[in-house]
């Protein structure tokens, strides 16, 4: 089994930014196809915030996050990205990534990579 890492957490203010990290995965030309990070705040269900479908190069995001959020991976594709921008108290929780081999599903949702490796995940704290 292969357990992404996460990396780049920690304490904002509203309207800063972070850029969070992953690595982990085996990544080919094609696999895996969708990528995505999942957050998930105290008491809540984890929620997806954006993936990127590496075969025909989309992203998603829900309107939570979208213009402020970038999902993206690195030139040698071993390394996946959340920049996030203007945050928000409400981003406050832990990101994971996570990624499946099929095509990237609107919305996001959490059944979906159920059945995939998940790391330990990164906490993101944003206080106003």
């Known amino acids: 089994q292969v357990h992404p890492v996460e990396s780049g957490g920690g304490s904002a203010q509203a309207g800063g930014s972070l850029r969070l990290s992953c690595v982990g995965f085996r990544i080919t030309d094609e696999m895996p196809r969708c990528m995505a990070w999942f957050r998930q705040a105290p008491g809540t269900e984890r929620e997806g915030v954006a993936s990127?479908?590496?075969?025909?190069?989309?992203?998603l995001y829900p309107a939570s996050v979208k213009g402020r959020f970038t999902i993206s991976e690195s030139n040698n594709k071993d390394t996946m990205y959340l920049q996030m921008n203007d945050l928000v108290p409400d981003d406050t929780g832990v990101y994971y990534c996570?990624?499946?081999?099929?095509?990237?599903?609107?919305?996001?949702?959490?059944?979906?990579?159920?059945?995939?490796?998940w790391g330990q995940g990164t906490q993101v704290t944003v206080s106003s």
């Open positions: 996570v990624a499946r081999p099929g095509p990237c599903n609107w919305p996001i949702k959490l059944k979906d990579f159920e059945d995939f490796d």
């Open positions: 990127l479908d590496r075969s025909v190069r989309s992203t």
